[in-house]
């Protein structure tokens, strides 16, 4: 149906209210349906050919469309000009900080990537101070790499461990960081590192979850849920195809479900958390406890090391490495038997290191999940291991960026003829 309306009181603001509507509508279409005829485009947007030639020529002006072709309707007819994504000068940034790393990912519009690092940070040993140092220098090295492309930002969003006031980008509370109130975004603005790139903060696991919901394992899946396997474990839920917020924006906060009244002390401050159970830091415990998080002098450690000198000590004949992984399999197996019962996902999605150790984690789970759940929901259910990595929160981050400019395509300045 077409937007254009009738005019009166306030018209030029409805006007620019229903343009932006149409050309994210036109923007859309081109962006899901590949090559496109702008008639095409027409057709399946109920919007007249005029107004969409129009709204296509401020789209190509923002350089987020352009004309590829001839494109061949068929044999008889005058060939037209197919429309596509453009966007490869239009850069979307997704960054994730966690207790022992730090990660970038970049994309332009149509989907070239234009950066994927991480970081060996150790913010257990850190004040939030120094880690928001160490995390706008790695958002500051980034953003001149992909300037140095040629690329304009659109936006950056973070990724944090814990619960995020998402219309502040204040960190509410981030246990394994030891961050409280922590205002991110105002902080970051301060240290001018992208002056005028909007920059947002959500939840890790959330984001994780869009990733996996967008161009995962899980691609497409309407009901999932996604199991950060950090240090601590998030959970990010989508439901019907939409992400499960809350009230406030802190669902998913599994990790801290009490398990085991007689446990160990979460990072919470609270006894027996689930986290305590299944996360990296339990892992490591339970398998190297003199390499423990936490114990000795900080070192800096990626997730990834841990693993790998955890492998070694298994191949020197360590037993403690295989009864470790058996055992955070069948804990991390009685919680997703909530979860299962809870939300009755199609498919939850193993990341982090949990995708690291799937082949040994996920029999054991499998296990204690087909016990202690709904035997119809379980039967429909399978747990699959991410292939994102330890990348996946910040995938889904720039993927935030991106579809903020689909939602409204003039964030995107018109460039100069």
Not at 63 to 81: D, M, T
Not at 83 to 90: M, S
Not at 278 to 286: K, S, Y
């Amino acid at each position: 149906m077409d937007l254009t309306g009738p005019g009166g009181a306030g018209a030029p603001s409805d006007q620019a209210t229903i343009r932006r509507a149409n050309l994210s509508l036109v923007l859309r279409q081109v962006s899901g349906s590949g090559p496109c005829s702008r008639s095409a485009v027409a057709a399946e947007t109920g919007l007249n050919k005029n107004t969409v030639t129009s709204l296509v020529g401020e789209l190509q002006a923002r350089a987020l469309v352009k004309e590829i072709g001839p494109r061949h309707a068929g044999a008889v007819g005058r060939p037209s000009l197919a429309l596509v994504l453009d966007g490869a000068g239009v850069g979307a940034l997704g960054v994730e900080v966690n207790v022992d790393y730090i990660a970038a990912y970049a994309t332009d519009l149509a989907g070239r990537v234009l950066a994927d690092r991480r970081v060996g940070f150790d913010a257990l040993g850190r004040d939030p101070g120094r880690s928001i140092d160490k995390l706008a220098q790695v958002i500051g090295r980034t953003v001149a790499d992909i300037g140095r492309l040629g690329v304009a930002l659109a936006g950056i969003t973070v990724a944090v461990p814990g619960l995020v006031d998402t219309s502040t980008g204040t960190v509410v509370v981030a246990p394994n960081l030891g961050w409280r109130l922590v205002p991110l975004a105002d902080r970051l603005r301060c240290a001018a590192i992208a002056p005028d790139v909007p920059i947002t903060v959500d939840n890790d696991a959330n984001l994780a979850a869009l990733a996996e919901y967008r161009c995962g394992v899980a691609l497409g899946t309407a009901n999932l849920i996604y199991l950060t396997g950090e240090v601590g474990v998030g959970c990010g839920i989508i439901s019907g195809g939409r992400l499960l917020n809350g009230a406030d924006g802190f669902a998913g906060e599994v990790g801290h479900i009490r398990v085991d009244p007689a446990g160990e002390r979460c990072g919470c401050g609270r006894i027996g958390c689930w986290e305590t159970k299944v996360g990296l830091a339990a892992l490591v415990r339970m398998a190297a406890p003199d390499h423990a998080y936490g114990v000795g002098p900080p070192v800096v450690r990626d997730p990834e090391e841990r693993l790998a000198e955890m492998e070694q000590q298994r191949a020197a004949g360590d037993p403690r490495v295989d009864a470790a992984i058996t055992e955070v399999g069948r804990w991390l197996g009685v919680g997703a038997a909530t979860l299962v019962n809870l939300f009755n996902p199609r498919v939850i999605v193993l990341g982090g290191y949990f995708a690291q150790l799937a082949d040994r984690i996920i029999p054991v789970a499998q296990t204690e999940l087909d016990q202690l759940s709904m035997r119809d929901a379980a039967d429909r259910c399978r747990l699959t291991a991410s292939d994102l990595g330890f990348g996946a929160a910040s995938r889904g981050a720039a993927h935030v960026v991106i579809e903020r400019v689909l939602s409204d395509p003039t964030t995107i300045s018109i460039r100069n003829p």
